[in-house]
């Protein structure tokens, strides 16, 4: 465990005793908030912070970030608050340590949105202050080295989040070092197999030998030399996880991959950079399509360098950088590396430093108009993970946008109405459909046309998060205003039938009143819901009418609704979608779909289908995927109603003696209803049964899979969807067909 004196050590260079002061009464307070709290390791909780607190003294960032460092889970994890912290450290501190500390006081639905909007949170405080994602990075890269005493679902999971958003991150930052350690640690644990073979497989491969780097660094010290050029050359093996992604892009062994070692020159001007360029490629011969040249075309997040990939000594692929001192600063470092430690705005972006992150500009740009963050983190990821592409407009500007971006992503990034209106692209003066991917040094220029609007087709090829979101939102607004109109239409007609002006109700407000009573906002959502079919017509028609009328009118809804939607084995015994609550909405034709047969306890979510209601699926169902994200809608279980409800059983066993009284007896003890079944004998001597059968919710479903897979004449069961036909199911446990 680091020390506070060795942090101390390290920030001496350039803090000076006031600043080191701020960080020695940070250390004090954490080890007295965290007294007593121990880690998983068994080492005393304080050890985290402290490592934290080191890896930003390493990237020498500023007082204010290491003391974040080591504050930076009190407000999560202790009686500590954010006051508490303004009030000590000041203003700036407790901003960092706020933005850093997990929602944890608000209720989410499930885990995933509570963690999806952590992340939003997190990006936000990022864009007022860039230290947030510092001291973040720092935590999550302690987290993952630390990561072996989680439970192994646990280190799966971590390890994907920070695979997907924090490695990613990094990059995007310019962090090079934090950036391959965390995908090297990721890569640890979600592949642990092929990890452990590709350590031994790097380890042995003839060209990581320390003969062959020597080799290579004389022969370029001998070219050097004579030029009067002076420079700095190191030689090291990339990373576990570049290796391995290169080996699976390109189908290689790890005995075909010849470059495992990259080679960097570092000189001193960028005259130099461009005479070595000339010098390597007139020694070894250059790999065709292998040269980048990042110093006239830096990338997003400031990297400049000069690649080139050379057949050098013995026939070796060998990889070379060239760049200088500045550059290779900036490539280790990235933005902490551009770091004014004396401004008096520490930590903000200045206007050059948005020019530089325009990424992150424009997740401020279209994050503004999604509520869903589940939907923000999904699009961030997407955003994050591309690599770039830079195009030029026929003025000569260079755009830089995601690998296999299009015209449309183009459009959108010059402006919101030239997206919208886009009817066309020229790509190096020729006509293109608009899904034609862009590629580096296209010209395009974009043909606009006042008639033209979005269409849910460009959803299949656009690649930016801001031209998806401005799709979606154009699409749902589309959507919107025809739903009003078809649901003013609907109440009309329906109104006509029992008596009820409908214009007299918006103008005299009763419709408003009861949009309030129902918690929607004005006429328009009631509108909108009759158009979507959330609510009938004849229900907001029945409230609208007399007392008794009204009395009359549900009576007879409720008929219809019975008529309309008669019991199957989509629901519970009673009512189909009994037991399930929609957010804001009331009295909704409500079914549960037979491809999934979601139970209480599962996480749910809506469908609004056309003309059946709302039809409700498990979180995870297959089928989910391919439905319409804008008519999703959040669904929950409405209290502990004791009623069965349907789920299918998929058992393999040996075929013994007495395996289906076993079976039989545990499903008795356990209260568990058979309500049909299915048996077939297999060759090779097991059996496979099919139950379809009702439990009253998924903890009572799971208890009773966990004691049948106990049974030693039981070799496997699994949750299996309740099909009509029993036998069809037999040998499989794939979900059947969905429902929509």
């Keep these: 465990m680091i020390r506070i004196n060795e942090i101390l050590d390290k920030t001496s260079a350039y803090l000076n005793e006031q600043e080191q002061a701020i960080i020695t009464k940070a250390y004090v307070f954490s080890a007295a908030a965290h007294a007593g709290q121990v880690r998983l390791s068994g080492e005393p909780y304080l050890s985290h912070p402290l490592e934290a607190a080191g890896i930003l003294a390493d990237m020498r960032l500023d007082a204010a970030s290491i003391a974040s460092g080591l504050l930076h889970d009190t407000v999560e994890d202790t009686k500590a608050t ?34 999806a909007e952590n992340i939003r949170k ?37 390890a994907q989040e920070t695979m997907d958003i924090y490695a990613p991150l990094a990059n995007r930052l310019g962090l090079h070092r934090i950036k391959t350690e965390l995908e090297d640690w990721s890569f640890r644990y979600l592949k642990p197999d092929i990890y452990a073979q590709l350590v031994e497989g790097v380890a042995t491969h003839h060209t990581v030998d320390e003969t062959f780097i020597e080799r290579v660094i004389g022969h370029l010290n001998e070219l050097l030399g004579p030029n009067n050029i002076k420079a700095r050359i190191v030689g090291r093996r990339k990373h576990l996880w570049s290796v391995h992604n290169k080996m699976r892009v390109q189908g290689l062994t790890i005995d075909q991959v010849h470059d495992l070692v990259a080679f960097r020159v570092i ?73 004014k430690y004396k401004e008096r705005e520490r930590g903000k972006f200045n206007p050059k430093d948005v020019e530089r992150f325009q990424w992150l500009r424009q997740i401020m740009d279209w994050q503004r108009e999604l509520k869903d963050s589940r939907e923000f983190v999904t699009n961030l ?19 830089e946008l995601p690998e296999g971006a299009t015209a449309v992503d183009l ?18 003066g020729k006509l293109v459909p608009l899904e034609t991917p862009l590629k580096n040094g296209d010209t395009v220029e974009i043909i606009t046309d006042k008639n033209r609007r979005p269409n849910r087709d460009w959803l299949k090829f656009v690649k930016t998060a801001k031209a998806r979101t401005r799709v979606k939102h154009f699409i749902r607004t589309e959507e919107r205003e025809r739903s009003i109109v078809l649901g003013r239409e609907m109440l009309e007609k329906q109104g006509r039938k029992d008596g009820v002006n409908i214009n007299k109700a918006i103008k005299d407000g009763s419709l408003l009143a009861l949009a309030h009573d129902m918690s929607l906002v004005g006429v328009d959502d009631i509108l909108s819901a009759v158009g979507y079919s959330r609510i009938t017509p004849k229900k907001i028609i029945g409230r609208l009418m007399p007392k008794r009328e009204g009395e009359e009118a549900e009576a007879a809804q409720a008929k219809a609704e019975a008529h309309a939607a008669p019991e199957t084995g989509a629901g519970p015994k009673g009512k189909p979608g009994e037991g399930v609550r929609i957010q804001g909405v009331d009295n909704v034709l409500v079914r549960l779909a037979q491809c999934c047969n979601p139970v209480p306890g599962d996480a749910i979510v809506g469908y609004i289908s056309r003309g059946r209601g709302v039809v409700v699926h498990t979180h995870d169902c297959p089928n989910v995927r391919n439905l319409e994200s804008e008519r999703l809608m959040q669904v929950n279980w409405e209290g502990e109603k004791e009623q069965p409800y349907p789920a299918g059983l998929s058992i393999l066993a040996k075929n013994q003696k007495g395996v289906l009284g076993k079976i039989s007896n545990i499903l008795a003890d356990e209260g568990v209803n058979i309500d049909s079944g299915a048996i077939h004998s297999n060759v090779d001597g097991t059996t496979a049964l099919v139950f379809r059968i009702e439990v009253r919710d998924a903890s009572h479903l799971y208890r009773t899979i966990e004691r049948l897979r106990k049974l030693d004449s039981v070799i496997d069961v699994k949750r299996q969807a309740v099909n ?12 059947g067909a969905g429902e929509a």
């Design 82 to 115: 954010v006051d508490e912290i303004e009030e000590l450290f000041g203003e700036e501190v407790a901003d960092i340590v706020d933005g850093v500390t997990k929602i944890s006081l608000i209720p989410f639905e499930t885990k995933e949105e509570a963690q």
């Design 122 to 158: 997190m990006i936000l405080a990022m864009a007022e202050d860039i230290r947030v994602v510092l001291v973040k990075l720092a935590d999550r890269l302690h987290n993952m080295r630390t990561l072996e005493f989680q439970k192994p679902h646990k280190q799966a999971l971590i």
């Design 267 to 339: 000189v001193e001007t960028i005259r130099e950079c461009y005479h070595v360029l000339g010098l390597v490629h007139s020694l070894w011969k250059p790999v065709p399509g292998r040269f980048k040249d990042y110093i006239s075309m830096p990338k997003a997040n400031m990297y400049q360098s000069l690649h080139t990939t050379v057949v050098g000594p013995g026939g070796e692929r060998i990889e070379i950088q060239i760049r200088t001192e500045e550059m290779h600063r900036l490539a280790e470092e990235g933005v902490a590396a551009h770091w």
């Design 381 to 399: 990821r997407f955003d994050l993970f591309q690599d770039e592409v830079y195009v030029f407009t026929p003025k000569g500007d260079v755009k």
């Design 411 to 428: 459009a959108f990034l010059i402006h919101t109405a030239v997206g919208e209106h886009c009817a066309g692209a020229k790509v190096n």
């Design 724 to 735: 009509d036909d029993l036998g069809s199911s037999l040998g499989t446990a794939e979900p």
